[in-house]
């Protein structure tokens, strides 16, 4: 069962092109969104975040949208550049009796073409 | 700080036998988690400690895996016997719980098992 969907494996964009990557939950639980990014052979490395009660958060080129009702994010990098090529997971948060948990999605790999 | 250390960084065994992966958190996080990547699950939470008092094992996915912590800067995840389909890379990551949701994460122990 998984709560947090990642439903393209890969998507490949135009340098200074938009890149939109989707995740999709099942938890209405999760109150805090992230996403990471993840270079071959490195752990992934935290890129931007997004609490329940906001719907956008912005940072530089990559903004987080949430959409609560239809248990939906969206990351959009814009402009794309080739150094974003990585494996982008998002990843959702919800303590529970005191216990949190990260939980990951299977990750998209994006590709920007030069 | 050089980030979450861990060892090592490939590790190649035969079946049956124990294997002990290792992580050094970043100094004054306080809460450290191990995870599991692979293709057909993506990143898994195996278990997390708080305090070096572990919180959630429920990852865990059988006796035959085990975690400590001793102290705050050292943990270990510990496979005895081991099996082919534990084959994975292991991260292990820690977070400053006061701070933000944003995890920092090692590089990984890819572990091959044949």
């Known amino acids: 069962d998984q709560q947090v969907k990642q439903n393209s494996p890969s998507l490949s964009v135009q340098e200074g092109r938009i890149s939109i990557l989707n995740c999709d939950y099942t938890n209405s639980m999760f109150d805090y969104f992230l996403w990471y990014k993840k270079y071959p052979a490195e752990g992934p490395t935290f890129l931007i975040s997004i609490s329940s009660i906001k719907d956008k958060n912005e940072d530089g080129r990559f903004t987080v949208f949430l959409n609560k009702s239809a248990k939906h994010l969206s990351l959009h990098i814009v402009p794309s550049q080739p150094g974003d090529s990585a494996v982008y997971f998002c990843?959702?948060?919800?303590?529970?009796?005191?216990?949190?948990?990260?939980?990951f999605g299977k990750g998209t790999k994006l590709t920007v073409n030069p | 700080d050089a980030g979450v250390i861990q060892s090592p960084r490939h590790e190649v065994t035969e079946m049956g036998q124990e294997v002990t992966l290792r992580c050094k958190p970043i100094?004054?996080?306080?809460?450290l988690f191990w995870y599991r990547q692979t293709m057909m699950r993506g990143l898994e939470l195996l278990i997390y400690?708080?305090?070096?008092?572990?919180?959630?094992d429920s990852g865990m996915p059988e006796d035959r895996f085990s975690a400590k912590m001793p102290n705050a800067s050292f943990s270990t995840l510990k496979i005895q016997p081991s099996e082919p389909r534990d084959s994975a890379v292991y991260f292990c990551?820690?977070?400053?719980?006061?701070?933000?949701?944003?995890?920092?994460f090692g590089s990984g122990t890819r572990l091959t098992v044949v």
């Open positions: 400690f708080n305090n070096n008092v572990p919180i959630d």
């Open positions: 990843a959702a948060s919800a303590e529970v009796g005191g216990s949190e948990k990260l939980v």
């Open positions: 100094s004054g996080h306080n809460s």
């Open positions: 990551a820690s977070r400053d719980r006061g701070y933000d949701y944003g995890y920092t």
